[in-house]
């Protein structure tokens, strides 16, 4: 969800409104914005992971695969999984200093 909402945002912020898909929207803030371009392809890759992990997770468990048995994983899909969240992280630090978000803390 992170990801997702965290494209909206930017998108909203842009006065971007017609643009519906995630990845879609984060190539498009990669055109626009020409300095974090490394950093909204590392979230494509990390939500296209992300989304193909959790649709496999959850044909194999035959459930929403929401939720991730991390024992029950591979040690290279647990590395994988795990830097997946660094673009999230690097986002949502750029996100509170952008809109202050610390300001009230």
Do not use: H, W
């Amino acid at each position: 969800m992170p990801l997702i909402d965290i494209a909206r945002i930017l998108c909203l912020e842009a006065g971007i409104i017609t643009i519906k898909s995630t990845i879609e929207r984060y190539r498009f803030l990669a055109e626009l914005d020409k300095s974090r371009k490394e950093l909204f392809l590392q979230a494509v890759q990390a939500y296209e992971f992300l989304m193909y992990f959790r649709a496999s997770e959850g044909i194999r468990n035959d459930d929403s695969g929401r939720f991730i048995p991390i024992k029950e994983i591979s040690k290279f899909d647990r590395q994988v999984l795990r830097n997946a969240f660094e673009p999230i992280y690097d986002l949502q630090q750029m996100i509170e200093l952008r809109f202050q978000f610390n300001y009230f803390s």
